[in-house]
């Protein structure tokens, strides 16, 4: 298993972005109903940002007929578990502060 690399993330960062990524990572697949229920947006905004990410890579749409009805599922895919995953990283470092080098704690700042 690789190490995660804490690396920030402009597509993933934007607050809808982030909560969807949030709710794809720990699922394989959601419905975009459920997505648009627990991120709180409109079906316009959150296929907007769906858009952002599935061009970046980072999520896959997948359409279907079930009981005569289209359903859409969204899933992050290997690229984007791993954009989120570096970007979550990259927070919790920011987050963290200077480390004190002499302790190896966090710094003061002072």
Known sequence: MSAVVPRFDAV???SPRLQICG???AVDTMEFS???DAVGVSDSVLSKHVKQLE???YVAVR???IASRQR???ALTKAG???FAGHVAELRRIVAGPLDAATGGVG???
Request: net charge positive.
């Open 34 to 36: 459920a997505v648009r």
């Open 108 to 110: 003061t700042g002072a």
């Open 55 to 57: 061009e970046a890579g």
């Open 81 to 83: 578990r791993a954009a």
């Open 23 to 25: 709710l794809l990572a």
């Open 72 to 74: 859409t599922s969204l």
């Open 12 to 14: 993933i960062h934007p």
């Open 63 to 65: 359409k279907a007929t």
